[in-house]
């Protein structure tokens, strides 16, 4: 099977749509409430949007698989350090399993190194996010919270010490949190 990655571009919004909806579909959620389709929408619609770091995987001339990358940033207590976050990563619930999402976060990692990156974030599976090298983000002291004990919470050197002296309260950019001010 040929997978090709590649920018996303404006013919690829509708089936963006359904990729991220098949791969979700096991956490039913409707489209009106906070939803993944939803966010990958209002990243695209704001000034944080990355196209270089926005990819669909094709096979076949078919978008099976999906990923974004967003700018992120690590409040610590004197300073703010810019990091990178990955959300939301997506494959057709035809085409899981095959390493699709395999190839779009190793791509995306190598996009965001070459853009100039140091580090990335993510929150997800331990042994899905270990298997590209992510530690515990709690390692570096980097949390959502001041308790740094988040489980799921992982993060990645994109250069050699590219997390020294770093540690905070990871900040989504604004897509991720509603009026209120709640992460969604
Ligand atoms: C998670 C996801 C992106 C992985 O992509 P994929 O193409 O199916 O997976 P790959 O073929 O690249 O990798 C397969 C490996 O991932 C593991 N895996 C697949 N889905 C997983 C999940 N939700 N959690 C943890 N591990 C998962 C498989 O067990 C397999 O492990 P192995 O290599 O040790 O055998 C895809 O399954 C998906 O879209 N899932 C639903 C949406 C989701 O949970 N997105 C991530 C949160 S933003």
């Known amino acids: 099977m040929e997978i090709l990655v590649r920018k996303e571009t404006k013919e690829d919004y509708n089936s963006i749509r359904e ?31 990355i196209n270089d770091l926005s990819l669909v995987a094709e096979v076949d001339g078919t978008v099976v698989g999906h990923i974004m990358f ?33 190839l779009l976060v190793r791509s995306g990692i190598e996009i965001a190194k070459r853009l100039g990156y140091k580090s990335l974030i993510v929150m997800g599976h331990p042994k899905y996010y270990q298997s590209f090298g992510f530690e515990l983000a709690s390692n570096w002291k980097i949390g959502l919270d001041t308790n740094f004990n988040s489980k799921y919470l992982f993060a990645l050197e994109l250069v050699e010490g590219g997390l020294d002296g770093v540690s905070g309260v990871v900040e989504y950019c604004p897509p991720f949190y509603n009026e209120n001010g709640e992460l969604i």
């Open 70 to 102: 967003t700018p992120l940033k690590i409040k610590g207590s004197t300073a703010c350090y810019e990091s990178l976050d990955l959300a939301p990563v997506s494959v057709h619930e035809d085409f899981q399993n095959q390493g699709i999402g395999k």
């Open 19 to 49: 990729v991220i909806k098949s791969a979700f579909k096991a956490i039913e959620k409707t489209d009106n409430e906070f939803n993944e389709w939803t966010l990958a929408e209002r990243i695209r619609d704001s000034e944080y949007y």
